[in-house]
């Protein structure tokens, strides 16, 4: 070659004016191949993924992708017939390295998008791997130098996804979903697609050459086609006809950029609206409204409309939690704010009622924020409103309606927080908190009048409701001592009686010691470590634990309906409470003698919940986990509803324990029937609402008191069972409770027979109960003389519970069957005092006393009334004649003649 310009026809080329940019070249690889840089970084890739799992080669497959897993016999049956063979085998029987074009270019970028878009969470490739083999070639003989013949960068992008998972912080669950999916690739094995002598080979490389061709044209078409957007939103015409959505797509595409601009996007908008009308139009015109106000410059990214990991928040999903809390502001308005006008809360029902509705009456209050907005429109009836109604709508604006506090509620969102929750954030409640405070100044007289009536209620009524009280929770010494006057109490028997009463309550209060529970996590602790229990570690040599007990059904209860309805799952309040009694025990964690027992109420299925509501909480990564399952009578549940219904019942829940190591139970029979080797606790029947011996009772005034108003939510949604009467009004009247009313201190606490079974079941040397409810883990630790601390809400829940507990050591000590706490001395007296205060008329029957509800238990001091034999029993035998041929004939004491 000669000097630059040597041959041009004109001789020499003029000179630039100007010196061109010199072109910056990325550094120069040591592989001659185009792709050098990109191959050595897969290669890494493939290094650590077989380093992570050993056995991708030598396992077997498996059929979890839905294809079934290659099988030697039906691959050949298949192959020799010239037919494909589609099946799901390892990735890596696969040659990572091998393409058919090694010097085609490839980009790093293309292959970082696909791989954000198909794999940024465990996933399978979208289509199967086309396998070519030469005649006489087996799949299963050629395990690592299989050639696939379609184009690489999916699966380059698929290697790559999994070894950035590897090399972050996925966990232990996403690592074995990548495996699984490694090993259940779909791949199609095609033998000898072109017979025609060797032309095959130039056939596999014209197909190739072509999909990648096709892919180009097909981009390149839906890039730039304007139909084929219109055409996209037409596919989903049927389903948005009777709503606003076609209308508002139709606007967002005559925009200059419109923020959906792919089906991809309007079917996703679609799915997580359950293809609803009144949802798909709220989250359409939702979605338009953020993005006009807080974007309105780019489309909005798919990434922003999917949720691409559990604990990912979309869009979609954010704006149909705001519709939720619209409804239940709603509840809460017609609930709560009885001195507003009708008008008034028409008026914000109908302001509220759709975003596009409020924009038009009343703007957006953050217009300021961003340049271009529509100012604050004025709403003048507006003007005329109490400062409460005002600010309640201001929540509207702000949290429904508004943007400036998403990221405060997608937090909460991530924790599966409550919207009572939500709405006592710190960052939030201050909205509430204006209305709730302008309200009581609006009505200072309001909760005053309602006290008033409910106070003169239980005054008409007080003997009655003592006496409901007494006869619901008290044992039969402290009636005894209760009816006595004071001349009696200074009796012998009756001084021994209430010796006996303060022999209970020290048995009482030297097992047991109580928290009150607080959002201060480092009081929480610091009790806990004072607690005679939390010193206490448990020998899992001999099986004996330590057990840490939370019934979940125990923590709170619903404000409305709390009968039918389960307590929600606070997981603000579960973290706080496992982390008081984690701070207590060695290293901040569970120790090896430690068992946490979860009992879910039948809200959990498998393990997940338990990992979703309880291990997420727990300071280590990995636990062992042994689950059984508590079953119930059908009869007893059913009773329990008190009417016909057509609703589920739930027979069973699960009871988890948690530890450190494998769990094992002494094998010891259970309490009711079975051993400790099954994994079945029941069946058992929960007792009646109405059986006081079985469920706390206690006035509905003071049921509120122990709860608190924290500890009483106002629940979501709609009421899980229909009630049976038609009109409105009488649903109303049904359904009320007074202050004087007796009902269940806890309506879905498991039953006494549970916490005992778990108790045996364990051995336990101490307990922890982290939800004390009404005392059952507390009693069985006072019957078998093992230290327990327990939280509960309040002092006036730690008032009500010790008593509770004094009663039930009293019944105890006087129940010749009970083997732990009888006391006879106890027990004779008050049979004695019984007897005693038997009337004599109703001696030759039997002396029905009081029953087990009145003062006596019912023991009299003539013969008793022999019962007639049931109906089809063996009661006309002749040992059974002569039995009541004796009885009738035997004398009886003479009475005293009636005046």
Avoid at 49 to 60: E, G, P, R, S, V
Wanted: proline share 5%.
């Amino acid at each position: 070659m000669g000097k630059r310009g040597g041959d041009h026809p004109h001789g020499k080329v003029a000179k630039a004016k100007a010196k061109p940019k010199p072109l910056v070249l990325p550094p120069a690889v040591g592989d001659a191949s185009i792709n050098a840089a990109i191959q050595a970084k897969l290669a890494d890739c493939d290094t650590t993924i077989k380093t992570q799992f050993t056995d991708l080669q030598a396992a077997n497959p498996t059929a979890s992708s839905g294809v079934a897993a290659y099988e030697k016999v039906a691959c050949a049956k298949a192959l020799s017939s010239g037919l494909p063979y589609v099946a799901s085998c390892p990735f890596y029987w696969l040659d990572p390295n091998f393409e058919l074009q090694p010097n085609v270019p490839k980009y790093q970028t293309r292959i970082d998008n696909l791989q954000e878009h198909f794999f940024s969470s465990p996933a399978y490739l979208d289509k199967p791997i086309e396998v070519f083999l030469r005649e006489g070639e087996i799949p299963h003989k050629m395990i690592g130098s299989l050639k696939a013949t379609d184009p690489p960068e999916m699966r380059d992008a698929f290697r790559q996804a999994i070894a950035a998972a590897i090399n972050g912080t996925a966990k232990a669950k996403e690592l074995a979903e990548w495996r699984e999916i490694l090993m259940s690739t779909v791949f199609k094995f095609v033998e000898s697609w072109v017979t025609d002598g060797d032309t095959h080979i130039d056939s596999v490389f014209a197909t190739i050459v072509q999909r990648r061709e096709d892919i180009c044209v097909m981009k390149e078409n839906m890039a730039v086609t304007t139909m084929m957007r219109i055409y996209e939103i037409i596919d989903f015409k049927r389903q948005m006809e009777a709503t606003a959505v076609q209308q508002i797509l139709i606007a967002l595409d005559q925009l200059p950029v419109n923020p959906i601009d792919s089906i991809y996007k309007i079917r996703e908008i679609v799915i997580q609206a359950e293809k609803k009308p009144e949802l798909m139009s709220w989250s359409f015109s939702m979605i338009a409204d953020h993005w006009q106000h807080v974007d309105g410059a780019d489309p909005i990214p798919i990434r922003r409309l999917k949720e691409q990991s559990g604990n990912d928040i979309s869009l979609v999903r954010l704006f149909l939690w705001k519709r939720q809390l619209r409804d239940h502001l709603w509840r809460y308005m017609d609930q709560e704010f009885a001195s507003w006008d009708c008008a008034i809360k028409t008026d914000i029902r109908r302001l509220t009622t759709s975003v596009a509705v409020l924009r038009e009456h009343l703007g957006y209050q953050e217009a300021t924020k961003k340049e271009g907005d529509s100012s604050i429109i004025t709403y003048r009836p507006r003007a005329q409103w109490p400062e409460s109604a005002d600010g309640f709508l201001n929540v509207f604006e702000s949290l429904v309606f508004g943007y400036h506090f998403d990221d405060s509620i997608i937090a909460q969102m991530k924790n599966h927080r409550s919207i009572e929750d939500t709405l006592g954030h710190r960052d939030l409640r201050m909205f509430m908190d204006r209305v709730t405070n302008a309200y009581a100044k609006e009505n200072p007289n309001e909760k005053e009048e309602e006290l008033e009536k409910d106070e003169t209620d239980v005054a008409a009524n007080a003997h009655a409701v003592e006496e409901a009280c007494a006869l619901a929770n008290l044992s039969e010494a402290e009636k005894i001592v209760r009816a006595a006057t004071p001349e009696e109490l200074a009796g012998d028997r009756l001084l021994k009686v209430q010796a006996g009463c303060r022999i209970a309550e020290r048995k009482v209060r030297q097992q047991v010691h109580f928290i009150h529970d607080t959002d201060d996590e480092g009081k929480l602790i610091s009790d806990m470590k004072a607690a005679l229990a939390s010193q206490v570690r448990g020998d899992e040599n001999n099986r004996k634990y330590v057990c840490i007990v939370l019934d979940i059904k125990c923590l709170c209860e619903a404000g409305s309906q709390g009968k039918y309805r389960l307590p929600p799952t606070r997981a603000a309040q579960v973290k706080r409470l496992l982390n008081g009694v984690l701070g207590s025990r060695d290293e901040g964690d569970l120790t090896d003698g430690d068992v946490l027992v979860i009992v879910d109420g039948g809200k959990g299925s498998g393990t997940d919940w338990v990992d979703k509501q309880i291990c997420k909480h727990l300071p280590a990564k990995r636990y062992e986990m042994l689950q059984h399952l508590i079953v119930y009578t059908h009869d007893s549940c059913e009773k329990r509803m008190a009417r016909a219904s057509k609703a589920p019942l739930q027979l069973s829940e699960t009871a988890t324990f948690i530890t450190h190591a494998e769990l094992s139970f002494k094998v010891q029979p259970r309490l009711f029937s079975g051993s400790t080797r099954g994994n079945v606790i029941g069946p058992l029947a929960k007792p009646d609402y109405t059986d006081a011996a079985g469920v706390w009772q206690v006035l509905y005034a003071d049921k509120k008191k122990m709860f608190g108003d924290a500890n009483l939510p106002l629940p979501g949604g709609t009421l899980p069972h229909e009630l049976d009467e038609e009109d409105e009004e009488e649903k109303k009247q049904k359904t009320r409770v007074r202050n004087s009313d007796l009902v269940p201190a806890f309506f879905h606490e498991s039953p006494q027979s549970v916490a005992f079974e778990i108790a045996h079941s364990l051995q336990c040397m101490a307990i922890l109960d982290l939800a004390c409810g009404s005392g059952h883990y507390a009693f069985w630790a006072i019957k078998h003389r093992v230290p327990y601390c327990g939280i509960v809400f309040n002092e006036h829940h730690e008032k009500a519970l010790m008593q509770k507990l004094v009663s039930r050591t009293l019944t105890a000590m006087c129940d010749s069957n009970d083997h732990e706490l009888y006391d006879s001395s106890l027990a004779n007296e008050v049979i004695e005092h019984d007897k005693d205060n038997t009337p004599a008329e109703n001696s030759q029957e039997g002396g029905r006393g009081r029953g087990r509800g009145g003062r006596g238990r019912g023991r009299g001091g003539g013969k008793p009334k022999p019962e007639p034999a049931a109906e089809g029993a063996a009661g006309d035998s002749r040992d059974d004649l002569l039995k009541m041929i004796q009885d009738a004939a035997a004398p009886t004491e003479p009475q005293e003649a009636k005046v």
